[in-house]
């Protein structure tokens, strides 16, 4: 079967034909069948006869996570539920989810991107893939677990978590490509290490994304696992994983921009930034039926390339993420907004809006530590009060943010006072 006919290593000019047909069907379908995009399209009055060419797209409005917010659950969805066949969802920055919508088109295209991300690593149908990203409304597990599929290769849908079972299968069934998240990899790793089992692996590659990680996380998982580590990138608003992957060469993400074309800008201007210049990555996908997104700001920050790479693509190429230009944490995969921590202190009397936040990661696993002012007149030395106080928060971060956060109460007046912008953050996991 070839699943990958098109893009990969088109001519430039074939390739810019083919995602002007793509936009300018995509600006017709979302004029005609979201009241979302078509008010915002007519508010700049622009109309769908103005877009011919990629070169038009910035005359479109840019989309972002708080729009996906104010239309959930499906005001951004182009087409009818009853061509709608599956449904995903990311944490966004309240309680509620972004969601995202598929039709039956949308799942062949998501599964042809990410069986060319594996193709891109060397797999085949001869391939082994244990999937051990997380089922469910996250897209990792899903996403891969079809990609792998349509290549033909044997998948193991393990899902994430049970790490003895994990290395048991590993062994048992000869697993040779692992996904999951690069944390996840390293901790697998160092078990496997402990138990001193590698010999009996069959591992040779790894598909690791949904998180930020640096080159060296990289060289440490290949070094332990014995194998070579591939970076993928994606986001719910787009696809999930699949919008863009390593190939052999490891220098860049290639970017499957036949349906996701990627643009660079300025966060503060939101102007384009000159060729090769660092700045937020922007994406509009130009085949997606469900929920087509129009210059959907992804707030990651890096820098694109058109050379051709050395491995015959010709398909442009990101570098790996360099940051965000938000405030948005990934903690056990798990998006983590600032604001969500100061919404719930601002529900308990006892507790001052003085917070700070303190990421690390021991063990591979990240840990998620929050200091909370208590208020003068709540201090106390009553250790059960104290406890009891510092249990509910605990469990009203678990409920808002989805992971369990250390507590400590500290002292009125302890946290460091700003003049300018807080900082309520240390960062000490070096990810970047
Ligand atoms: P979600 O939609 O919840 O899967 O989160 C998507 C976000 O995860 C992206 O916008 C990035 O910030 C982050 N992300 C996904 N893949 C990678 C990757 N390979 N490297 C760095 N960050 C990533
Ligand atoms: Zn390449």
């Known amino acids: ?29 979302v004029y005609h069948n979201s009241t979302f995009y078509r008010s915002r399209m007519q508010e700049m009055g622009v109309s769908p ?10 005359k479109l409005p840019f989309t972002v996570k708080t729009d996906l917010r104010d239309q959930y659950p499906f005001g951004l969805f182009s087409a009818p539920m009853s061509e709608i066949v599956r449904l995903h969802a990311s944490s966004g920055t309240t309680g509620k989810p972004i969601v995202a919508g598929y039709t039956r088109k949308d799942l062949g295209t998501w599964s042809e991107v990410m069986a060319r991300t594996f193709a891109a690593g060397g797999c085949s149908r001869n391939d082994i893939f244990q999937i051990a990203y997380g089922y469910g409304l996250f897209t990792g597990g899903l996403g891969a677990h079809y990609g792998a599929e349509m290549l033909g290769a044997s998948v193991i849908p393990i899902s994430a978590g049970n790490t003895e079972k994990q290395i048991q299968l590993m062994t048992d069934f000869g697993s040779t490509a692992l996904c999951c998240t690069p944390s996840y990899a390293l901790y697998l790793a160092e078990a496997i290490q402990e138990m001193g089992v590698r010999d009996k692996l069959k591992l040779r590659c790894g598909f690791f994304g949904a998180e930020p990680w640096t080159e060296e996380m990289r ?4 070094n332990k696992l014995k194998i070579k580590a591939f970076d993928i990138f994606g986001l719910t608003e787009i696809i999930g994983p699949g919008v863009a992957y390593d190939c052999e060469a490891q220098s860049g ?20 930034v000159a060729p090769g210049e660092i700045g937020e990555l922007v994406f509009t996908t130009i085949t997606k039926e469900g929920m087509p997104v129009i210059r959907y700001r992804t707030k990651d920050l890096t820098s694109l390339t058109y050379e ?12 790996k993420i360099m940051g965000r230009s938000d405030d948005m944490l990934i903690i056990r995969g798990v998006n983590v907004f600032p604001s969500q921590i100061e919404s719930v202190l601002l529900e308990f009397g006892e507790a001052a809006p003085h917070y700070h936040i303190f990421v690390d990661r021991a063990n591979n696993t990240d840990t998620f530590e929050v200091h909370v002012e208590v208020r003068p007149e709540n201090f106390s030395d009553d250790l ?7 249990k509910r928060i605990e469990a009203r ?5 989805g992971i369990h956060a250390q507590v400590k109460l500290v002292e009125p ?16 996991r070096k990810l970047y």
Request: charge should be negative; charged fraction near 30%.
């Open 308 to 319: 051709t790479c050395s491995c015959g693509r010709t398909s442009v190429r990101m570098h």
């Open 219 to 222: 060289r440490e998982i290949e």
């Open 413 to 428: 007046r302890s946290i460091e006072r700003s003049t300018g912008k807080a900082k309520r953050v240390t960062d000490n």
């Open 397 to 401: 971060i678990q409920s808002v943010v």
């Open 384 to 390: 059960s009060s104290m406890l009891n106080l510092r």
């Open 1 to 29: 079967m070839i699943w990958n006919e098109s893009s990969e290593c088109m001519r430039p000019d074939e390739m810019r034909d083919l995602q002007n047909k793509r936009l300018r069907t995509t600006v017709e379908r």
């Open 253 to 272: 993400m290639h970017i499957n921009e036949d349906h996701f074309l990627p643009e660079i800008i300025n966060p503060q201007t939101l102007q384009p």
């Open 49 to 58: 006869m103005d877009i011919e060419t990629i070169d038009d797209l910035v």
